[in-house]
């Protein structure tokens, strides 16, 4: 990571300049750390860069007080209206979170745990696909926008540090606002999960902390001796090593006997659990079981489809224990996904450099109306998916909704097409004339229909006119025959 960076510090007024004319600032090489212990200007910002690209004259992040935040990200979507988003080509940090930023000490990776973490994505992404088993056709950037992604990177990223309950919060928030129908898993309840693969536990009960903390203790086992250790061997010992602390004689018994007798003891142990009171660590003792049974499966539903409505969350714990013992398999099973997501959790962060969101989230809170339908204006990198930047360092990707998406590109090509009033003029005058048209038409019918009466009448007529000529009755003479 970059050590040196450029940078001053600049009132309300002068920051529009140095923001978008970075190069003809007078900045002085600093230290980062040093430099974010220094307060801004008030409702003004520090403004600065890392990189010295030729030809860019834009800022790089701009610093600004905790208390100012708000209102500059507001002010600054008003006076750059035609560079909006902002965070899009500059990130936004308060004070507080350059400083996060300046002391970070962990260097991006998961250690040991990148198996666990890609299982529970695989497993993630089965179950919100509504269990599908085979996912060789979903593309990494539809890995990268499940909610366990944001966890996994985020752990990447920030480590201990990470803010996985906030984390689960917005992803939830922006599923909500961008896509389609509802998610049959929100982050919120994945957030044990993320918290056992972090290494600790975070719940707003202690009853889950403390039924979850054995949980740590099991992943760290596996990770710990995955590699000294032949698979039915360390499966051996962790079923002993569960069942005693849990005291589950049918958990011991997923790990023991032929195939035909494992699946029967899981039957057992979910009927066992899904009958007493439901907690995170119900779901994580029926997923960890199923993976006995099945080591190094991550997407396995069949073994639990009859719990699905009592205990949605085991799979993407079995996904997550699958991982931990055969991280190999995970990362080869399903046409190489594992391998994308093993690439994106770790690829390196963007906290000292330009961001690579199209938005970040508290830009794009912003721009939505309550009580009004969201629609995009700006430019991103892809026309169907949104990437947007949850945190510091923590990018997740969104597929857009039709209709969004529909009007982003009516929204970029507003100078080829005709404005919505003409459109509308054009939609009512095209019902007018055709309105016009049926009425023709019927005036037409009905003036044939009376010139075929008229003609038959004439004939008529002329028929009696030959009756006269003969001597017979007049036709002039209206006929009394049964009148009377």
């Known amino acids: 990571m970059a050590e040196k960076f450029r940078g001053a510090y600049f009132d309300r007024e002068s920051l529009p300049a140095a923001l978008t004319q970075l190069r003809r600032q007078k900045l002085e090489s600093v230290d980062w750390e040093a430099f ?31 208390n100012d935040f708000v209102d500059t990200v507001s002010w600054l979507n008003a006076f750059f209206a035609p560079l909006s988003p902002i965070s899009q080509w500059c990130r936004i940090l308060r004070v507080s979170q350059a400083s996060q930023i300046a002391r970070r000490s962990h260097t991006v990776g998961l250690n040991r745990m990148l198996g666990a973490w890609i299982g529970a994505v695989l497993a993630e992404c089965s179950v919100q696909a509504g269990g599908i088993q085979n996912l060789k056709e979903v593309l990494g950037s539809a890995a990268a926008s499940c909610a366990t992604f944001a966890g996994g990177r985020a752990s990447s990223v920030w480590g201990d540090d990470a803010d996985l309950v906030e984390i689960a919060s917005r992803h939830d928030e922006l599923t909500s606002l961008l896509r389609d129908g509802i998610r049959p898993i929100k982050a919120s309840s994945l957030v044990p999960l993320w918290s056992v693969l972090n290494g600790y536990v975070e719940t707003k009960s202690y009853s889950d902390q403390k039924s979850l903390g054995p949980f740590v203790d099991i992943f760290a086992d596996i990770t710990a001796q995955v590699d000294r250790l032949e698979t039915a061997e360390l499966i051996a010992r962790i079923s002993m090593q569960a069942g005693n602390v849990f005291n589950l004689l049918e958990l011991t018994s997923c790990a023991q ?55 949605p969350l085991a799979p993407i714990w079995q996904g997550a224990f699958a991982g931990a013992f055969l991280p190999f398999r995970v990362m080869t099973d399903q046409g190489g996904l594992g391998r994308l997501i093993a690439k994106a959790f770790l690829a390196p962060d963007d906290l000292q450099c330009r ?22 204006d700006f430019r991103g990198m892809s026309a169907r998916i949104l990437s947007v930047e949850l945190m510091p360092g923590i990018t997740c990707n969104f597929a857009q909704s039709r209709a969004e998406a529909s009007s982003t590109a009516t929204t970029r090509n ?57 001597g017979k009755r007049s036709s002039r003479t209206p006929s009394t025959k049964g009148k009377n």
């Open 36 to 66: 974010v212990q220094n307060q801004p200007p008030e409702r003004g910002g520090a403004v600065g860069s890392w990189s010295s690209t030729l030809g860019d004259p834009f800022a790089e992040v701009l610093i600004v007080r905790d």
């Open 257 to 311: 006997g032929p195939q035909v007798e494992r699946v029967r003891a899981l039957d057992k142990l979910g009927q066992r659990l899904s009958d007493g009171p439901q907690s995170p660590a119900i779901d994580a003792l029926l997923g960890l079981g199923a993976s006995f049974v099945d080591p190094g499966a991550a997407i396995s539903s069949e073994l639990l489809r009859r719990y699905e409505r009592q205990l």
């Open 355 to 376: 961001p690579i969101c199209d938005i970040s989230f508290e830009e794009l809170v912003r721009r939505v109306t309550p009580g009004r339908s969201f629609k995009l």
């Open 414 to 470: 507003d100078a080829h097409r005709p404005s919505a009033n003409s459109e509308r003029f054009k939609i009512d005058n095209n019902r007018s004339q055709q309105d016009i048209n049926s009425v023709l038409n019927s005036i037409l019918q009905r003036v044939e229909r009376l010139e075929e009466r008229e003609a038959n009448h004439q004939s008529s007529l002329d028929f009696q006119d030959t009756k006269d000529n003969t």
